[in-house]
């Protein structure tokens, strides 16, 4: 017994003494990190919220018929129905801002990361517990920092979600890149690549499919984390579940339930129709937008 | 770099490379004399490449052969330098590849090195043009540039037509011609090959090979063929260099090493392998015979007039689709023509000659050629014509056994 109680690691103790370090030195910057999520999330939910609803409805729709199919087009239609119906739209709409806002963050950061895995031995293996640690700690331990950090609100949400999402987005592009044949490197290199144009012209768009899946599953995830966000304040879709709880309002919990699940299928299929699309997508699908914005990019600092 | 090379393209002196953890140790070894097999076991190192010293002229096809382990690939990848040579030098024009800086080194590629690979390694989304022109594309030339030159080097391989296609709506052989158009749009004087043709089926295989002989006497480059097979060796190769373990064992043209093999190992790649058991009908089947094609309008007397022509005694002919239809001579021709009345068609085949198929194998056939009088027609799948063979034919491929 005394052998239990005297041995002590204080865990607990340095992570309370680094959270608190965090907050009494790095003030300026977690301001900072707060007020750029909140321009990105707000403006994204401002701007989803100012077109008129049966317009963003009508544009939902259309995009499922095109890039999946009529069937789909038609799933679509009923699930903007169903929202109107059960009186939810701004939550749902609230709820994709944040998960469009938080995956894109998750994107922007973790495909670079999943590249810089691909290309050096080192970064995998350190990366690659760090992932691990983000996958598997349960969400509600980084909930409560997040909340000390940003307070309640979107913000920690965000930051949650983006901790909880960004996993996959790493790992596929890393796997992605790895699984281009040694053929089709070498044959870039035989022809004069340098480094980058290795990585623009042979293995990111050889990656492309397996990026893609990354891309879905995080958008996957991020829905996944709307309920446990809402616990401290980011509102949407999963505030309605909370609501239902905490009343314990079966309807209302369930409403709530089926429109994070309508929106899950709709994001789903729509973001996997991107990846399975072959080579057209990568050439003219939203995919194609990465690589052509890189290239944008490259251009300029050119 | 003082050292003045020969007036060859590409000179190789002293070239090692050793793969593993420890290669200056695994050096002092091999200096020794010890054997692969030894310095493996006490270094953990892997002897790729040992002491390769030649020369490969320009405008040849060196052919580089050896059984897989060899170091045949190795040795063709350190002169792009896709594998980093561990000692030694080439020199390309009197220029030390191995000294280049990295910069120097993607110049060199993109100008005067290109390289076909054995699975294509196309790239699936862009179109068969925008592979062929993707080492100008990584040069950096202007899209017209890119697009003409594209076009040019696949007209070359006869796919022009193809330009706008993808890769996944070729076949094999039309993949492996576009891999070869982009190696031919770079205008590189050195192309390296790397088993090209071996994931092709047998009558591709010849048929790209026919192929690259036929390009070879248009425009002279200078060719590094590596291969496992005797045969496309022979055929294609002006010299070739014989690997085993690492090291070249011989250089020689193919009449040198059939005649004086140097060891027992290169006479195993001669002698050691049945030749009638290595070929098939459809590999030696060649298509000499004049070919008459079946439409409304033949008749006896045109197809006669036709073989008096062309001055042979023997026919293919050939219905609609190429299928093989029969044999016809002259005798059978002017039997059938002097027969009375209206000269019968029908009649005029030689009786009882039975097309081989492509895959029967060369002692099947060797009983039917020395069987008939007539060559044996050899046909592919569906009745398709792929050639004869002759008494002539068989006792050349046969020969090759020694």
């Known amino acids: 017994m005394t052998m239990r109680d005297d041995f002590n690691i204080p865990i607990d103790e340095w992570v309370e003494q680094g959270v608190e370090w965090v907050q009494d030195n790095l003030t300026g910057v977690l301001d900072g990190i707060a007020e750029a999520l909140t321009i990105v999330i707000d403006g994204f939910e401002d701007l989803l919220l100012a077109v008129p609803p049966l317009v963003l409805a009508g544009l939902i729709v259309a995009f499922a018929t095109w890039r999946v199919g009529w069937r789909f087009g038609l799933f679509a239609a009923f699930s903007m129905v169903l929202l109107f119906g059960m009186q939810i739209w701004t939550e749902t709409v609230s709820t994709l801002a944040l998960v469009i806002g938080s995956s894109l963050l998750a994107l922007v950061i973790g495909i670079p990361v999943g590249i810089a895995m691909a290309r050096n031995n080192t970064v995998e293996t350190i990366v690659r517990p760090v992932l691990d640690l983000m996958q598997t700690m349960p969400p509600f331990v980084y909930l409560i920092p997040a909340a000390i950090f940003f307070g309640l609100g979107k913000v920690p949400g965000a930051i949650a979600t983006l901790v909880f999402a960004m996993p996959p987005a790493v790992r596929l592009t890393n796997l992605g890149i790895r699984q281009v044949s040694e053929e089709n490197v070498e044959a870039g290199l035989a022809f004069g690549c340098t480094e980058r144009q290795l990585l623009f012209k042979v293995q990111l768009p050889l990656a492309m499919p397996s990026i893609m899946a990354g891309v879905n599953q995080t958008i996957m995830l991020a829905l996944s984390m709307v309920v446990i966000a809402s616990m401290i304040g980011a509102g949407g879709l999963g505030n309605t579940v909370l609501t239902g709880i905490q009343r314990l309002d079966v309807g209302l919990g369930f409403e709530g339930g089926l429109g994070v699940v309508l929106l899950a299928i709709l994001l789903d299929r729509i973001t996997q129709s991107v990846g399975t699309d072959g080579r057209r997508s990568v050439k003219t699908g939203p995919a194609a937008l990465i690589p052509r914005l890189w290239n944008t990019l490259r251009g300029r600092s050119n | ?402």
Do not use: C
């Open chain 2, 1 to 402: 770099m003082s050292e003045k090379a020969p007036p060859d393209k590409l000179v190789i002196k002293d070239l090692y490379k050793i793969f593993g953890p420890d290669p200056d140790g695994a050096m002092k070894l091999l200096k020794q004399g010890l054997s692969k097999d030894e310095i493996f076991a006490q270094t953990r190192a892997t002897v790729g490449v040992q002491g390769a010293n030649f020369s490969i002229r320009e405008g040849e096809v060196f052919v580089v052969m050896g059984l897989s382990g060899s170091g045949k690939s190795t040795l063709v990848r350190m002169l792009n330098r896709l594998i980093e040579p561990t000692r030694g030098h080439i020199f390309l024009d009197g220029e030390d590849i191995t000294q280049m800086s990295r910069k120097q080194l993607i110049e060199m590629r993109r100008r005067q090195m290109s390289m076909v690979f054995q699975s294509f390694a196309l790239m699936p989304h862009k179109t068969v043009a925008e592979n062929a022109a993707f080492g100008l594309n990584v040069s950096g030339r202007p899209d017209k540039e890119q697009r003409d030159s594209a076009i040019k080097a696949l007209d070359t391989v006869g796919l022009a037509q193809f330009a706008d296609s993808y890769p996944d709506e070729l076949s094999g052989g039309m993949k492996q011609r576009v891999g070869l158009a982009r190696a031919l749009a770079t205008d590189a004087p050195i192309l390296l090959m790397d088993e090209a043709f071996s994931a092709l089926d047998p009558l591709i295989r010849t048929e790209m090979q026919d192929e690259l002989v036929r390009l070879q006497q248009h425009e002279a480059h200078t060719i590094v063929f590596i291969s496992h097979d005797l045969d496309e060796a022979i055929r294609i190769g002006d010299r070739i260099a014989i690997m085993e373990g690492g090291s070249v064992v011989q250089i020689g043209t193919p009449e040198d090493i059939v005649t004086n093999p140097a060891n027992e190992y290169v006479r195993s790649f001669f002698y050691g392998v049945d030749v009638s058991k290595v070929f098939n009908a459809g590999d030696i089947a060649e298509k000499k015979a004049l070919t008459v094609f079946e439409r409304p309008g033949v008749n006896v007397r045109a197809a006669l007039a036709q073989l008096r022509d062309h001055n042979r005694s023997l026919a293919v002919v050939l219905e609609r689709g190429n299928k093989f239809r029969g044999l016809v001579s002259t005798k059978t021709l002017a039997r059938a023509e002097s027969g009375g009345g209206e000269a019968k068609w029908d009649d005029a085949f030689i009786p009882g000659v039975a097309a081989a198929p492509q895959d029967m194998g060369l002692a099947e056939v060797l009983s039917l050629v020395s069987g008939s009088e007539h060559p044996v027609p050899v046909t592919g799948d569906d009745g398709v014509y792929l050639g004869i063979i002759d008494h002539k034919i068989l006792l050349q491929t046969l020969d090759k056994t020694g």
